[in-house]
C-alpha cells in the first residue's frame, strides 16, 4: 500500500468519521484507489498434476483429503468438500493440468450479493466468507460467475465452502498453504501488479510456451487469481463468454435508482391525492 | 355467542378484549368441510418434513444442488407469490391516490391478501434460509450489505409488511370494538398507502433486479438489463388477476358475508380490473417485444427454448391479454376469471423461466422439485388459506364495518 502523507490523513480523517457515525449506512468509504491486492499467479505449463496443492488445502481447512483419481478428460469439480481440484484436460496441445478455485476478485460479485457482508473482500484480496454473519440464503451462488462458493445441504448448520486463500496464513505473513507446497513452482503468489508483470515477462520470453493472454487480467474486472496456459482458456474449462467487466456493475443501475424513485414517488402520490381530494370535494360541493 | 361477545366488548369499549379474543379462537361453523380434508393432512406432512429439514438439512427434503442453488421455494413462493401479492399495492393506489370509489369494497380483502402473502411467502423464505438463525443480521446494522439488491428486497419486506398491517388494521380496531384505537390507525392509512406503494415499486422490480448479476447462467431469452421493469410491470396485471380469481371464490365461499349492494357491484369491478389488466398486459407485451428485438436474438427461436418462450409470450401474455379485452367488451364474466387464471399461470412461467427453468438451462442435469419441496409449499399456501378464513369470518373484510363506525364520520 502505497500511501502519501496526504491520502494517509484522509484516510484516517475518514476511519475517525467513520467510527464516530458508526459503521453502518452513509459512511464515507476510505479511499480504495491504491490498495493493492494479493494474489497467486498459476502456470499451468509447470503443473505436474501431483495434487499436493489438493490434499494440503484439505488438511488446513479439516476437509477430507481427496481420494478420487485423476483421469484424463474426467472433469471434477469443487464442492462443499474440496476448495480447490486440480483437472487433467484433453486440449489441442495434448494433457493440461489446470487447478480451480476461487477466483478472488477485485470487485467480487458474490460480496456485492451479500446482504449480510458475509462474503467480503478483504483489503489484502482474499475474499473471505465469515460465518457469524451468514444466513444461507444463498444468493452469492446464484451471482458468481465462476460458480464459486459451494453450500453444504445435509446439514442442519451449513456452511459456505470455498477458497479463503488461506487468509489466516497470509495475516500472519505466511503465504498460501497450496502455493507453499507446490513442488513444480506452478503457483505465485504476491501482489496483483507483481503477478501481472510476472506473467508478462513469462510469455515475452517463452511466446512459443504460452497463449498471449492473462486469464484473470481482465475477466469479470480483474481477479486475484491469474492464470497462464499453453492452450486457448476455452479449451481448459474456463467460460470465456464471462464479460470482463466487473458483475456488480450490472445491477449497479438499479441501485443508484433507488434513492431517487424514494425522494420522488411518495410527493408525486401526495400530489396526485391533493388533486383528486379537491376534484371531489368540488363535485361534491356542486351536488349539493 | 359470538353476537353476545361482540356486543360485549363494543360496549366496554375494549374492557374485555382478553375475553373475547378467548372466544374468537375457537374454530367456528363445520370442521369436515372439502377444504379442511384435503388440507390438514397436507400440513401436518409438511410440518413433519420441515423438522426433518432442520435437523437434516435442506438437502434431506429437496433437490436443490451447488448448481441450482434456488429452487421451487424461492422461484414459486416467494419470487411468484410475491407479484401475486401486487394487487394491493395497485388496488390502495386506484383507491386512495386516484380515489376511484367503485374499488374501494374489495381493498380490505386485497390489503389482507397481501399482507398474509407476504408473511408466508416471505417467510417461506425462512425455511429456505441455510442459517436462519442470522436472519436478523441485515435488519439490526451489525453488518449492512448495502450493495446487495437482496439487502433492498428484504427491508422492504419487513416495512411493507408493516405498511400493510397499518392499512388493514382498521378493520381489527372494528372487530376488536376499539373505537378510539380504530380512529387513530386510520389517520395512519393515507400515509402507509404512500409508503407502501413506494415500497412496492421498488421490491417487485428488485425481486427482478436479483438475477441481474447471473447474466451468464439465465437464458438469453428471458435475461435482460429490463428484467427489473418487466417484474414491476408484470406485477401490475398479476396481483389484479389475483384479485379477481381470489375474489370470484371469495364471492362463492364467503356468499353470506358480503352485501347485496356490493353483491351488485361485483360484475362492474371485474370489467374495470379486466380493462386495466389488458392496458398493463398491452404494455409488458410491448415491452417484452421491442427488448426481443433490441437483443436480436432471432436464432434462438428455433430452439427448444424458444418455443417455450413462445409458448409464455403468446400462449400466457398476448391471449389472455385479447381475451381480457374482448370479454371487458362483452362483458363476459365467466371469460374475464378464464383470463385472470391464464394470466396466472404465464406470471407462475415467467417467474419460473427466470428463476428457475431458465437458470443453467445448459447445464447437464436439471433441477426438478422433489415431491417433499411441493407438499412444504402447500403446507405454506393452506396455512394461508386458513388464516384469511379465520380472519374473514370474524373481521368486517367483505362484510361492512359495524353500524358505530359510519356513525362517527
Known sequence: ?288 | MNKQAQTLAKDNDGGSIFKFILSELRPKGRILTPFNIIAIPIILLGIVLIVIRFINGIGSITNLSQDTPWGLWIGFDVVTGVAFAGGAYVLTFMVYILKMEKYRSIVRVTVLNGFLAYLFYAGALLLDLGRPWNVINPIIGNSFGTSSVLFLVAWHFLLYMIAELIEFSPAIAEWLGTRRARKILSGLTMGAVIFGITLSTLHQSGLGALFLMAKDKIHPLWYSEFIPIMFLVSSIFAGLSMVIFEGSISHKVFFDQISEKNHKAQSGILQGLAKICAGAMFAYFFLQLLVFIHSKNWDLINTPMGYWFLFEMIGFVLVPMLLYLYSYRTRNILLIRLAAILTMVGIILNRLNVSVIGFKWDAPVHYYPSWMEIVVTLTVIFTEILIFRWIINRMPVLRDSPAWVEEEH
Open chain 1, 1 to 288: 500500500m502505497n500511501f502519501d502523507r496526504r491520502n494517509f490523513f484522509k484516510t484516517v480523517c475518514v476511519a475517525g468519521a467513520t467510527l464516530a457515525v458508526g459503521n453502518s449506512f452513509g459512511a464515507a468509504k476510505p479511499d480504495e484507489s491504491n490498495i493493492e491486492f494479493q494474489g497467486v499467479l498459476y502456470d499451468s505449463t509447470r503443473c505436474l498434476g501431483c495434487r499436493a496443492c489438493e490434499r494440503v488445502c484439505a488438511k488446513n481447512h479439516e476437509l477430507p483429503e481427496p481420494k478420487d483419481e485423476l483421469k484424463a478428460g474426467v472433469i471434477r469439480k469443487t464442492s462443499e468438500k474440496q476448495r480447490s481440484v486440480i483437472n487433467n484436460y484433453v486440449t489441442s496441445k495434448g494433457e493440461v493440468y489446470v487447478k480451480k478455485q476461487c477466483m478472488h476478485c477485485n470487485e467480487p460479485a458474490c460480496a456485492a450479493a451479500c446482504l449480510t457482508q458475509a462474503m467480503y473482500k478483504t483489503k489484502e484480496g482474499p475474499v473471505v466468507w465469515r460465518g457469524n454473519k451468514c444466513m444461507g440464503c444463498r444468493f452469492c451462488m446464484v451471482s458468481c460467475p465462476f460458480d464459486v462458493p459451494k453450500f453444504e445441504y445435509h446439514s442442519a448448520n451449513p456452511k459456505i465452502e470455498k477458497c479463503d486463500m488461506c487468509y489466516d496464513r497470509i495475516k500472519a505473513g505466511k503465504i498460501p498453504a497450496c502455493a507453499e507446497a507446490c513442488p513444480g513452482d506452478a503457483l505465485t503468489f504476491g501482489t496483483r501488479r507483481e503477478l501481472i508483470a510476472e506473467a508478462r515477462k513469462r510469455i515475452f520470453e517463452n511466446p512459443k510456451d504460452y497463449v498471449n493472454q492473462i486469464w484473470g487480467e481482465q475477466v469479470a474486472g480483474g481477479t486475484g487469481w491469474l492464470y497462464l496456459s499453453s492452450t486457448p482458456f476455452n479449451e481448459v474449462g474456463f467460460n470465456t463468454k464471462l464479460q470482463n467487466s466487473s458483475y456488480p456493475e450490472l445491477s449497479k443501475g438499479f441501485l443508484y435508482a433507488v434513492p431517487s424513485v424514494f425522494v420522488l414517488l411518495p410527493p408525486l402520490l401526495l400530489g396526485i391525492h391533493e388533486a383528486t381530494k379537491n376534484r371531489n370535494q368540488a363535485n361534491d360541493e356542486e351536488n349539493e
